[in-house]
């Protein structure tokens, strides 16, 4: 840090740094407001709910989640005025914390908790006493082009229609009703009786249990060096760099020889460690990742990968009774015993114990949410017996693998397992299992449960599983199965080598595999991705013999015998044809072991408190005619190109034709009509004028609002467009899905378009109803242009500076 820079930085709780009348003032030159639902809005409020569960459970918890640092800098204080302050760094998450606060505040006024949000209010508006006429009230005051947005959600009276919004597209409206949303949902999760106590253990958290240091700079001091300090690259510390750092110290507090525990106790810098790996949306080291979940298995919470430092230094100085020189060996020994399951899980002939397999299945599904219960579970403190901990995994993975076999959400299963690590670590290692059984049975939510056997069944029954599942998670499928065959027998588990997933009836059959009539055919190609269609070769077939007829097919599959699922599916059709018969047959048979691999207690049904907000993952063209809200023959028209050439037509087998060509989904037949990646959904329109999202959302039993266009695409693509180039109006409505017309009214009302001189006309030329908005400078925009390096002549801009709709398309997938 300078040394001739003053700063003064402090911890302070949201009430501290918004509790008084003030104007915290984010300048025109600040970026906009770019942060998002993935990466940070569902983090944040994933944060903020387990800190009120954690508050419920133990009302004098003063558990605490660090946000990060803001840099203020005092204005001069003008004669009556409430002191004001720049944002010079931290703006985005002031910005959020504020949207979070608001939207807080505007449900509990829905359900009548006036004191509560009054306190909220109280946070992010100043009271009247304090706003001189025509001052906004609000603490943050943007004064960028995000002001008139964040002006109108923070004053939207609530309920607040996000929708009616004039800004409704932009990023910071957006925001906002993602936290109303989730806020409204966690308080309906409550019975009527308790959603009081819900409702003060959040607005408890957003004055008291968030954490940020702040540091104030006075009006003469030199902002811009410290921005540049912040912001300074390098490659930013890991978890796991700042846990080494905070042990080593604290090690050295306790008197050990850092250089022996170092060496004897400190793995973490191999390259397995130091491997980054994903997260989600997140890439963080693996010794980051496992110290996240070391700390979950620890304290029975959920805990964000942006938190774990803070949360794992909470712990050891504050619930830990084990000093650090102690605790270091453990966690050495459960980080040995962690790399070896990983290790073990990618070696394709090993026999894997339950817990390698579990790891195993677990990476193929791209999830990480057991890892913190077999870290619990193997904790050498505890005494567990290898045998209770495979049955309490066994447990945990028929609940997970269940949920991935109906294409349930996983978002929320990493709550559920810190809750089963909170309520059973000091449980009696002879009842872990049972108490772990009868956790899972008692979920009754959507987004949680536990399903059932007959609602399994009825869904494998006809689901096209090659199509719903990616490969991974297929593949595990089959050899969990194949491995269920060779244990009646006690052969050895099937290698784990990629082994070519085959459909018996092939996907191209039309040729070898001929049916009488349309109907029929209809009927066959809803059975080809069905589960009793497929199974595992020890090699591919090349496509002549995969494609041939079943006769040539069935003496391929004999040289395949060394894999049960094949020799089993041979003989249950000796002296047969492979038909729709024989698949519907097998899938009952094979769905029936993946029953058995993955058991329920014995009348548990996975019933759910609110099956309204059970939708299928998918929704497929086939599963709207089978419900009769989609007719086979029905034209629809896409929203670009021309409707004569690219029109589809449905047809009784839920694919769509366009002239000779055939696709299997909206989004494939739209790729071909638009020549780029499109959503389908939003592509096609029926010839009553609806998307075909809208008989989706029908389907799943949403409701269908009325039509609003959304413009934050435009918007994103205009922040996009670098200086020096320009496109048309005709260009971006071809991207965004409009006309040209509608899209310049748009523009030339729109204070969220940025950079709206750099869009022309079809001619290059600047539009007659081209207008500057309030936050931008104004002048001659073909001036502006110039400057930027784009060419004129006679009025019109130079097309070797044009961007193509292509182009844009590409912008905005950069975005």
């Known amino acids: 840090m300078h040394e001739n820079v003053n700063m003064q930085p402090d911890l302070q709780t949201p009430m501290k740094v918004f509790g008084l009348p003030q104007h915290l003032v984010v300048p025109i030159y600040q970026r906009p407001y770019v942060w998002k639902e993935d990466d940070q809005w569902a983090p944040l409020w994933h944060d903020v709910r387990r800190m009120a569960e954690l508050r419920l459970g133990s009302p004098q918890s003063s558990a605490s989640h660090f946000l990060g640092a803001v840099v203020l800098q005092m204005q001069e204080a003008s004669h009556g005025s409430v002191p004001a302050s720049n944002v010079i760094d931290g703006q985005q998450r002031l910005t959020t914390l504020q949207l979070l606060m608001d939207a807080a505040g505007a449900v509990l006024?829905?359900?009548?908790?006036?004191?509560?949000?009054?306190?909220?209010?109280?946070?992010?508006?100043?009271q009247p006493i304090f706003v001189p006429d025509g001052e906004?009230?609000?603490k943050l005051r943007h004064t960028n082009r995000d002001a008139l947005a964040f002006d109108e959600v923070m004053n939207a009276e609530p309920p607040?229609?996000?929708?009616s919004l004039r800004h409704s597209g932009s990023r910071i409206v957006q925001a906002h009703a993602y936290f109303v949303g989730s806020c409204r949902t966690w308080l309906d999760e409550a019975a009527p009786e308790g959603r009081s106590a819900r409702a003060s253990a959040l607005v408890s958290v957003l004055e008291h249990g968030l954490h940020l240091v702040t540091i104030t700079l006075t009006a003469g001091e030199n902002s811009q060096e410290i921005f540049e300090t912040l912001n300074a690259r390098g490659t930013p510390l890991s978890a796991a760099d700042l846990i080494r750092n905070f042990v080593f110290q604290k090690l050295v507090q306790e008197g050990v020889d850092t250089t022996t525990a170092h060496k004897e106790h400190w793995p973490?810098?191999?390259?397995f460690w130091?491997?980054?790996?994903?997260?989600?949306?997140?890439?963080?080291?693996?010794?980051?990742?496992?110290?996240?979940?070391?700390?979950?298995?620890?304290?029975?919470e959920e805990i964000s990968p942006l938190s774990t430092f803070t949360r794992f230094k909470t712990y050891v100085e504050h619930e830990s009774d084990t000093p650090l020189r102690t605790l270091l060996p453990v966690i050495r020994s459960q980080a040995d015993l962690y790399e070896a399951w990983t290790r073990h899980s990618e070696q394709a002939d090993r026999q894997l114990s339950p817990v390698e397999m579990c790891m195993y299945r677990m990476r193929s599904n791209s999830i990480e949410v057991l890892k913190p219960a077999m870290i619990w579970l193997h904790e050498p403190d505890l005494g567990i017996a290898q045998h209770v901990a495979d049955a309490v995994i066994a447990v945990l993975e028929s609940w997970v693998m269940r949920r991935l076999l109906l294409r349930l959400t996983t978002s929320d299963l990493g709550?559920?397992?810190?809750?089963?690590i909170k309520a059973n670590r000091d449980a009696a290692p002879d009842e872990l299992e049972s108490r772990v059984r009868s956790h899972l049975e008692r979920l009754n939510r959507a987004s949680t449960y536990w399903p059932g056997d007959e609602e399994l069944r009825e869904a494998l029954r006809t689901d096209p599983v090659y199509r719903r599942f990616n490969r991974g998670r297929l593949r595990v499928i089959l050899e969990a199965v194949e491995n269920r065959f060779r244990s009646f027998t006690n052969q050895p588990q099937v290698p784990r080598r990629g082994y070519p997933i085959e459909h018996v009836l092939p996907q191209k059959w039309e040729d070898n595999w001929p049916v009488p009539d349309e109907e029929s055919a209809a009927i066959r190609a809803d059975h080809i991705h069905r589960l009793g269609n497929l199974t595992l070769l020890t090699t591919s077939l090349n496509s002549k013999v995969s494609n041939g007829p079943w006769e040539v097919k069935r003496e391929a599959f004999q040289e395949h015998d060394t894999l049960l699922l094949t020799s089993r599916l041979l003989k249950s059709v000796e002296g047969a044809d492979w038909d729709e018969s024989t698949i519907d047959a097998r899938t009952d048979l094979l769905t029936d072991a993946l029953l058995a691999i993955w058991p329920v207690s014995p009348g548990h049904i996975g019933a759910i408190a609110d099956p309204q907000s059970r939708v299928s993952a998918e929704v497929t063209i086939r599963d709207l005619i089978k419900s009769g809200a989609l007719s086979a023959g029905t034209r629809l028209r896409p929203r670009h190109g021309d409707p004569a050439q690219f029109e589809a037509v449905v047809a009784k087998d839920g694919r769509l034709r366009i002239g000779e060509e055939v696709f299997a989904t909206p989004s494939g037949a739209g790729a071909f009509a638009l020549g780029r990646a499109v959503n389908?959904?939003?592509?096609?329109?029926?010839?009553?004028?609806?998307?075909?999202?809208?008989?989706?959302?029908?389907h799943r039993g949403q409701p269908v609002s009325a039509p609003r266009f959304d413009w934050a695409p435009l918007h994103a693509i205009l922040e996009a467009i670098p200086p020096g180039r320009w496109t048309t109006y005709g260009?971006?409505?071809?991207?965004?899905?409009?006309?040209?017309?509608?899209l310049g009214a748009h523009v030339a009302d729109c204070q969220q378009c940025t950079n709206a001189y750099r869009v022309l006309t079809s001619d290059g030329r600047v539009s007659g109803g081209f207008r500057w908005s309030d936050s931008e400078a104004g002048g001659d925009p073909i001036e502006r242009l110039v400057a930027e390096g784009v060419l004129f002549q006679a009025g019109r801009a130079s097309r070797e500076h044009e961007l193509t709709a292509d182009e844009l398309a590409e912008l905005l997938t950069e975005e």
Do not use: M
Not at 109 to 125: I, M, P, Q, W
Not at 160 to 163: E, F
Not at 415 to 420: C, G, N, Q, S
């Open 160 to 163: 607040v229609d996000h929708r």
């Open 109 to 126: 006024d829905e359900f009548g908790e006036d004191t509560l949000s009054g306190r909220l209010a109280n946070l992010t508006h100043n």
């Open 268 to 271: 973490f810098e191999t390259d």
């Open 274 to 300: 130091e491997r980054e790996v994903s997260v989600g949306r997140y890439f963080v080291s693996r010794s980051s990742l496992f110290f996240n979940q070391w700390l979950a298995s620890r304290t029975g």
């Open 680 to 698: 389908g959904w939003y592509f096609w329109f029926l010839p009553d004028g609806r998307l075909l999202e809208d008989l989706r959302a029908i």
């Open 731 to 742: 260009a971006l409505a071809e991207v965004i899905g409009t006309a040209a017309q509608p």
């Open 136 to 138: 906004s009230p609000l």
């Open 415 to 420: 709550r559920i397992v810190a809750d089963v």
